[in-house]
């Protein structure tokens, strides 16, 4: 359909892909002379701020001009994803989110963050030193249970 090729406008170009150089842009550090090259993304068509290599319309008949040289980000994303339903909902191509499909997106969220946050628990405490390790463990098993991750133990 052609929807992720417009909707997500930094598509990273690895070095080892064999994307045709006019297709992608060298982006370098500022400041450098010459600029040591920092990241490498798709260009965007000026016009319809879309990949360089969209041929088509979005929504009707597009192709990808460099499909078989396309990056690794392209190659990976998958048709039909949620990422896919995304891009194609905000060109008019898939329908909005009925209001029980947003309350369940929504809670997959929330249990995603608060799997992250308590991920990050455990990594800060692997950054305490071992003798206040188990003070704070306990606390953050507290917290945990009340929902406050925020909070940090008084120095000691």
């Known amino acids: 359909c052609g929807g992720c090729c417009a909707f997500y406008t930094c598509v990273a170009v690895e070095e080892t892909d064999c994307v045709p150089r006019s297709h992608y842009w060298k982006i370098g550090e500022r400041g450098s002379s010459p600029a040591p090259i920092a990241r490498r993304q ?3 068509d000026p016009l319809t ?3 360089v290599g969209l041929e088509g319309e979005i ?9 078989s040289q396309r ?6 994303f998958e048709a039909g994803s949620d990422q896919c339903h995304a891009a ?6 898939d329908p909005p989110l009925t209001a029980e499909q947003l309350a369940g997106a929504l809670q997959r969220l929330a249990v995603r963050e608060a799997e992250e946050r308590r991920r990050e628990a455990i990594n ?5 030193p071992i003798t206040r390790k188990r003070e704070w463990a306990v606390e953050v098993v507290d917290k945990e249970a009340s929902g406050d991750l925020d909070a940090r133990p008084e120095a000691a």
Do not use: D, W
Request: hydrophobic residues 45%; aromatic residues 6%.
């Open 42 to 44: 798709l260009r965007r």
């Open 49 to 51: 701020n879309t990949c």
């Open 59 to 67: 929504g009707s008949a597009v192709r990808c001009g460099i499909y």
């Open 71 to 76: 990056p690794a980000a392209c190659r990976a």
């Open 88 to 93: 194609r909902r905000a060109f008019g191509l």
């Open 124 to 128: 800060l405490v692997s950054l305490i």
